[in-house]
């Protein structure tokens, strides 16, 4: 059973999901010694007390990961770190009709008071 499974939809596509997971796993590879590679459409990573995959389709990815014993007493902190990189890299900007990304609109102005 894995200690830490995360389970998101995302609007990426898949080519996209793929990139994103890439960037995901450079960034937590230098950051906690993670080194990964690709079977089909899911990334098997791998280090001294952690396994793990990340399955990925064109609409979700699915994380599953196992923690070894002293790992275990850091599980919040990992989790919390992994939510981060999924928060960044797999969140899809919304697009207008022109494929653009929308910028957000600034709220009106109000008046000011005794002027």
């Not at 590879?29 to 459409?41: E, I, V």
């Not at 098997?44 to 990961?65: I, N, Y």
């Amino acid at each position: 059973m894995a200690d830490i499974e995360i389970r998101r939809v995302h609007g990426l596509g898949l080519e996209a999901a793929r990139k994103a997971a890439d960037r995901m796993a450079e960034r937590l590879g230098q950051r906690f010694g993670l080194k990964g590679s690709w079977r089909g459409n899911v990334m098997h990573f791998e280090r001294p007390g952690v396994t793990g995959s990340l399955a990925l389709t064109d609409k979700d990815l699915d994380l599953q990961v196992t923690l070894g014993m002293l790992l275990r007493m850091m599980k919040g902190s990992l989790e919390t770190a992994v939510h981060e990189e999924l928060d960044k890299l797999f969140a899809k900007a919304p697009a207008s009709a022109k494929g653009e990304a929308v910028k957000p609109k600034k709220a009106a102005s109000r008046p000011k008071k005794g002027g």
